[in-house]
């Protein structure tokens, strides 16, 4: 089976970093995506990490462990636009759909 | 550059109705095509996918369908909505797999009363 396991709600202030992790088991690994979705809107692509470490973009870096099966979104400098769904997903193999998780949704106050 | 686009945004129809609804995307050919359904606060589930022409994949036998008739075209159909078929329906299209990820379509709000 396919299982895609990330937090259900997490709270953070604006400027201050926040990590939000996601653990995976599934049937084979080609890589894995980041999705931010905005309430009532569509998902848009952040990030795609296919071998272990750290990718940055901006205030928005991705890390993955293929070893451990984790993942983790990391964003900097919170601003209250940054407050949304964040997905998780993960492709088995090529040209299969994704795998994705319920998403993660953050709150960021002021 | 390419595009998708999906309509209706929003959609009200009654439970045991027909629907229908449209994706196509431009400036690309023999895309991936996928249709997802989100319902309130949970994940994403996919419902069909599409590699080409006339090529479906279902995920959740129910009472949904979709059809490919053109290469950049995906269509999901029912026959008879049921009040669960209410939710956020998004259409996706990819260009094989990698690092390309998913383009998603903006999305069809349906509500079944």
């Known amino acids: 089976g396919q299982n895609i396991d990330q937090p259900t709600e997490m709270t953070a202030t604006e400027g201050a970093i926040v990590q939000i992790n996601c653990t995976y088991q599934?049937?084979?690994?080609?890589?894995l995506f980041w999705y931010q979705q905005h309430a009532g809107e569509a998902p848009t692509f952040l990030s795609y990490?296919?071998?272990?470490g750290l990718e940055e973009k901006g205030r928005f870096s991705s890390f993955l462990s293929r070893s451990k099966g984790y993942s983790y979104l990391l964003l900097k400098e919170l601003q209250m636009k940054d407050s949304a769904s964040y997905l998780c997903?993960?492709?088995?193999?090529?040209?299969?759909?994704?795998?994705f998780g319920k998403g993660t949704r953050l709150s960021v106050i002021a | 550059s390419q595009t998708i686009h999906q309509w209706p945004a929003t959609l009200v129809q009654p439970v045991g109705s027909p629907l229908s609804l449209e994706c196509t995307v431009e400036?690309?050919?023999?895309?991936?095509l996928y249709w997802y359904r989100q319902a309130a606060g949970r994940g994403l589930q996919l419902l069909f996918y599409?590699?080409?022409?006339?090529?479906i994949s279902s995920e959740v036998p129910q009472n949904l369908s979709a059809s490919r008739p053109q290469d950049r075209q995906f269509i999901l159909s029912s026959k008879k909505l049921l009040l669960s078929d209410s939710g956020f329906y998004l259409c996706?299209?990819?260009?094989?797999?990698?690092?390309?990820?998913?383009?998603f379509g903006s999305g069809t709000r349906l509500t079944v009363v």
């Open positions: 996706a299209w990819s260009a094989g797999q990698g690092s390309y990820g998913y383009t």
């Open positions: 599934t049937s084979g690994f080609n890589g």
């Open positions: 990490n296919v071998l272990d």
């Open positions: 997903a993960v492709s088995p193999r090529r040209n299969t759909p994704l795998v």
């Open positions: 400036g690309t050919s023999n895309p991936n």
């Open positions: 599409s590699v080409g022409i006339g090529q």
